[in-house]
């Protein structure tokens, strides 16, 4: 079996410090990784790896949530459920209501919704930032149909 030698920078979080790693996996595994891969807009291998690690991590840490790709990009949400950007507005709306909230979504379990707000608190800036984009996406189409109805 051939082994591709991969060397990476992990980036920790502690004062934006890196630490370099030298990495031999097997090409079917590397081929798989690159395949997967494909569609993000990582530079390049060390980044690859970088992001596989840090999704991993935080998979480990936060059950029930799973990474999606989409047009928007990749992002976290619930296992069988929504992003957790979409959960977390609707409970910012409510004020962070547990029974409002638990009545906008009747299908997901208490323990999903935590999940959530566990991953928000847990990277608040991520889950802010798609907030943000949605908001913002949606007021420039309001405009648009403003400006198309005016």
Same mark, same amino acid.
């Given at each position: 079996?051939?082994?591709?030698?991969? $060397?990476?920078?992990?980036? %920790?979080?502690?004062? =934006?410090m890196t630490r370099t790693l030298s990495l031999r996996i097997p090409d079917e595994l590397a081929g798989r990784v690159a395949d997967?891969?494909?569609?993000?807009?990582? #530079?390049?291998?060390?980044?690859? /790896? @970088?992001?596989? $690690?840090?999704?991993?991590?935080?998979?480990? !840490?936060?059950? =029930? *949530?799973?990474f999606v790709d =989409?047009?928007? =990009?990749?992002? #976290?949400?619930l296992v069988g459920g929504p992003d957790v950007w979409e959960v977390i507005a609707v409970a910012r709306a409510f004020d962070f209501d547990e029974?409002?909230?638990?009545?906008? /979504?009747?299908?997901? %379990?208490? !323990?999903a919704l935590g999940a959530a707000r566990r991953y928000h608190e847990a990277y608040p800036d991520e889950i802010d930032s798609w *907030? !943000?984009?949605?908001? @913002?996406?949606?007021?420039?189409? !309001? @405009?648009?149909?403003?400006a198309l109805s005016g």
């Open positions: 079996m051939h082994a591709l030698h991969a $060397i990476f920078a992990v980036h %920790t979080e502690v004062a =934006g997967r891969a494909r569609r993000w807009a990582a #530079a390049n291998d060390s980044e690859v /790896y @970088r992001r596989v $690690i840090d999704e991993w991590v935080r998979l480990q !840490e936060h059950p =029930g *949530i799973r =989409g047009p928007a =990009g990749r992002r #976290a949400a029974q409002r909230l638990a009545a906008a /979504y009747p299908w997901l %379990t208490p !323990e *907030i !943000e984009e949605n908001e @913002r996406t949606a007021a420039d189409l !309001e @405009r648009e149909l403003e």
